[in-house]
T-cell receptor
Framework: ELKVEQNPLFLSMQEGKNYTIYCNYS?????LYWYRQDPGKSLESLFV?????AVKQEGRLMASLDTKARLSTLHITAAVHDLSATYFC?????????????FGKGTKLTVNP | KAGVTQTPRYLIKTRGQQVTLSCSPI?????VSWYQQTPGQGLQFLFE???????NKGNFPGRFSGRQFSNSRSEMNVSTLELGDSALYLC????????????FGEGSWLTVV
């Protein structure tokens, strides 16, 4: 059974600082997704990583995937308050074409002025 | 283009009742998935439909069921509601091939009293 672990679960950081959120998963997969969720809102797609070594960047966020280590990272550069949200990684479970996502528990990020 | 649309957005039901939630995917998307989000269990996969066929099902009791229509719209039904069914139910749509971006709707907030 695929398990996805994120850490840290809570992250409080100062504006302007850098930090990394880690996402480990337990079985082979080369399709990993990052989502952002604001309180009371739905999930906003950030990145889709589809191969080993994939790296994608959007603004102050950069995500990477190492399928050999079964690890993805979401790096935050020079954080700003608007990045405060909960970030989820999700791994697509390989089940014959089905798009079942297994989610981590999420990292609640608070960026303080 | 319009995103994933879910109705109703909020509802309150009594234990023992049943509920039907509706989801209209993004135009052209053939895959619809449903997820349950609770503070305790996080985001859990319920089921996925593709071209009117259930492609995968999560570990939920038989009280949870779904279907997809020929226009890709989907409904999920929960019968004999329990207090523990109180959750945010999220519908997601994609084109249906592994690795496509999966877009989520705003969700239906269900409270069981």
């Amino acid at each position: 059974e695929l398990k996805v672990e994120q850490n840290p679960l809570f992250l409080s950081m100062q504006e302007g600082k850098n930090y990394t959120i880690y996402c480990n998963y337990s079985t082979t997969s080369d399709r990993l997704y990052w989502y952002r969720q604001d309180p009371g809102k739905s999930l906003e797609s950030l990145f889709v990583l589809l191969s080993n070594g994939a790296v994608k960047q959007e603004g102050r966020l950069m995500a990477s995937l190492d399928t050999k280590a079964r690890l993805s990272t979401l790096h935050i550069t020079a954080a700003v308050h608007d990045l405060s949200a909960t970030y989820f990684c999700a791994v697509e479970e390989d089940q014959g074409g089905s798009e079942k996502l297994v989610f981590g528990k999420g990292t609640k990020l608070t960026v303080n002025p | 283009k319009a995103g994933v649309t879910q109705t109703p957005r909020y509802l309150i039901k009594t234990r023992g009742q049943q509920v039907t939630l509706s989801c209209s995917p993004i135009s052209g998307h053939r895959s619809v998935s449903w997820y349950q989000q609770t503070p305790g269990q996080g985001l859990q996969f319920l089921f996925e439909y593709f071209s009117e066929t259930q492609r995968n099902k999560g570990n939920f009791p038989g009280r949870f069921s779904g279907r997809q229509f020929s226009n890709s719209r989907s409904e999920m039904n929960v019968s004999t509601l329990e207090l523990g069914d109180s959750a945010l139910y999220l519908c997601a749509s994609s084109q249906g091939s592994s690795g496509n971006t999966i877009y989520f709707g705003e969700g239906s907030w269900l409270t069981v009293v």
